[in-house]
């Protein structure tokens, strides 16, 4: 089943790691093959990275958009979500880690992103952050 992407005027996004622009009018970019694509709103820079859960999303973002060096990515996930998962308590939050790592295991890196920012969610709603920098709205 193709991907269809609707782009606003100037969007950007990543395609199988490169940064494309779509011009000054809507456009529709249907994929018709398996793709890493990120839009440039779920896209993190590494200094962005700076709370438990951002630090969780990094390394799994780098998986999915260089499938290919993944592996280097990997141990820095493991790491994260452990030290998360060792502050949390809310069983909630804990089996949505245990679903990020399983998704991960299995290299479905994007459905591990769109539960990274369900716990990147949890955590500015604990933290009192009144907005996330990545769009928790899938």
């Known amino acids: 089943m193709p991907l269809k992407l609707s782009l606003k005027p100037g ?7 490169a940064v494309v622009q779509n011009g000054d009018r809507r456009g529709v970019l249907l994929l018709q093959n398996k793709a890493s694509v ?3 709103k779920d896209i993190m ?8 859960s951002r630090r969780i ?13 993944a592996g280097a990515w990997h141990e820095e996930f493991v790491r994260r979500l452990q030290e998360f998962m060792g502050a949390i308590s809310n069983p909630q939050v804990l089996a949505e880690c245990v679903n990020v790592s ?4 299995q290299r479905e ?4 992103l769109v539960l990274c920012r ?3 969610e949890y955590e500015d709603e604990r933290l ?7 769009s928790t709205s899938g």
Do not use: C, W
Not at 57 to 69: A, H, K, R, S, T
Not at 102 to 105: C, E, G, P, Q, T
Not at 109 to 112: C, F, I, S, T
């Open 128 to 134: 009192g952050h009144v907005a996330s920098s990545l």
């Open 118 to 120: 369900k716990l990147i």
């Open 57 to 69: 999303y990094f390394p799994v973002m780098m998986m999915y958009l260089d499938e290919q060096n």
């Open 38 to 40: 990120l839009r440039e």
């Open 11 to 17: 969007e950007k996004f990543v395609l199988n790691g």
């Open 102 to 105: 399983k998704h991960v295991l």
């Open 109 to 112: 890196y994007y459905k591990a």
């Open 45 to 52: 820079q590494a200094e962005e990275a700076n709370t438990p």
